[in-house]
Structures are given as structure tokens and as C-alpha cells.
């Protein structure tokens, strides 16, 4: 079972950008559907992005899509989100996992995403 470890979060003004990265453990990241998911403050953990195992499919909830941007580099072992034109309610703990996550390990620390001003 891989383990997955998320960064590039921080402190971004309204309108700006941050580039997540997850780094995946084992040699089996390949043959994983991924996803990116974040949980606000007193909210409920969300799938926004998700990518195939080749990448050429990818899905995103209707509050990201146009602004997030999701990747994957199969060689690399490593996950993306590219988020721009960030806003106040894109603040989060943003993780990374299988899709679905209960096929998943269990969540890591995940990375720190605070929009404001």
C-alpha cells in the first residue's frame, strides 16, 4: 500500500497561485485512479480533482474547474495540482489519495492552503 505525502501549500493573497505536490511511496502510483481532496474549516473532506492512471482523464468539482489544474508525472511517482485565481473559500487542508480514498491509506498530514489578504 503506497503512502502519500502532500506539500506546497501556504499563505497566498485572493488571486494568486500555489502548485500542490504529492509524492507517492512504492511502484504501483501508475495503476492509481488519484485524486486531490481538502476539508475547510468546519467542512466536510471533498474530492475537487481527480486524474486516471495515464493521465488523459481528468474531472474536477464545478467550484475548481477553470481555476485547478491536476497532473501527474507516473515516472516521477508524484501528483499535481496547479490552482490559480485562488480565492478566499479555497482555504483548506488539502491531501491526496486513491479514488476512491476508502481504497487508500489512511490520510496523511496533508498541506495547508490559507487564501486571504
Known amino acids: 500500500q503506497a503512502q502519500f505525502v502532500e506539500s506546497g501549500g501556504g499563505l497566498v493573497q485572493p488571486g494568486g497561485s500555489l502548485r500542490l505536490s504529492c509524492a507517492a511511496s512504492?511502484?504501483?502510483?501508475?495503476?492509481?485512479?488519484m485524486g486531490w481532496y481538502r476539508q475547510g474549516p468546519g467542512k466536510q473532506r471533498e474530492l475537487v480533482a481527480q486524474i486516471s492512471t495515464g493521465g488523459s482523464s481528468t474531472k474536477y468539482a464545478d467550484s475548481v474547474k477553470g481555476r485547478f489544474t491536476i497532473s501527474r508525472d507516473n515516472a516521477k511517482n508524484t501528483l499535481y495540482l496547479q490552482m490559480n485565481s485562488l480565492k478566499a473559500e479555497d482555504t483548506a487542508v488539502y491531501y491526496c489519495?486513491?479514488?476512491?480514498?476508502?481504497?487508500?491509506?489512511?490520510w496523511g498530514q496533508g498541506t495547508q492552503v490559507t487564501v486571504s489578504s
Open positions: 512504492g511502484n504501483i502510483f501508475r495503476l492509481y485512479t
Open positions: 489519495n486513491r479514488v476512491p480514498s476508502t481504497m487508500g491509506p489512511s
